[in-house]
């Protein structure tokens, strides 16, 4: 019968005077213990992250430049200096200087649109409704 007991409640009859209200043992060395094990977590985290970060520049060398040879395909950084230089360069056969970039709601172009738009619903409208939204 004893045999039972202690398998049905496994590990848990070390337990089951704390949980009783005894007191619980302390080790004098769970403290160190503790920052040896997350010294040695942080290592592993750095370890594998140097590990990735070597497979993954491999890999650029290898398999990503092989596909960008076959398929004609450019880096982003190549491709953002391109377009940079070709912004920058004057084009040769324009006559008039390269349009500045106008920030958002500085221009008229909104209120263009919003005005067309009202009044291509308006021609739509019958006479005396026209005449209401026109005051």
């Known amino acids: 019968m004893d045999f039972v007991m202690k398998q049905a409640l496994g590990g848990a009859t070390k337990d089951m005077g704390k949980m009783l209200g005894g007191e619980e043992e302390k080790d004098p060395d769970a403290q160190k213990k503790e920052e040896e094990r ?20 491999e890999r650029e060398k290898k398999v990503r430049q092989q596909i960008r040879d076959k398929y004609g395909l450019k880096k982003k950084e190549e491709k953002e200096a391109e377009e940079k230089a070709a912004l920058e360069q004057p084009c040769e056969g324009s006559l008039t200087r390269p349009k500045k970039a106008i920030p958002a709601g500085c221009g008229d172009e909104e209120e263009e649109e919003e005005e067309s738009i009202l009044d291509t619903v308006l021609k739509y409208l019958p006479g005396p409704l026209q005449d209401m939204f026109k005051k």
Request: charged share 50%.
């Open 38 to 57: 997350q010294e040695a977590l942080r290592q592993q985290e750095e370890e594998r992250k140097a590990k990735h970060a070597r497979m993954e520049a």
